[in-house]
């Protein structure tokens, strides 16, 4: 609904068969976070752009001190 001129949030325009999350309103509603989506929704190759920078730096981080000791050390195997 971002994309369609005077169109209610969540409601009507290209998007009508899509369902938005309250947490995805709530992004939409804040002034300052909207910016944001305005910016995303009109340039989506820049949406697949940071989007893809930003998967890939948590893909590649690992999770080193978040799994339990014994899961890391020898994979799910291990911990069984």
Known sequence: C?????CPLGT?????????????????WDPD??????????DEAMLAREFGAAFKKLTELGC????QPEVAAGGLAAAR
């Open 2 to 6: 971002l994309r369609t001129a005077g």
């Open 12 to 28: 009507g325009g290209d998007d009508a068969n899509q369902m938005m999350l309250l947490s995805d309103m709530a992004l939409a």
């Open 33 to 42: 976070f909207r910016v944001h989506l305005e910016a995303f929704a009109a």
């Open 64 to 67: 080193e001190g978040v799994l």
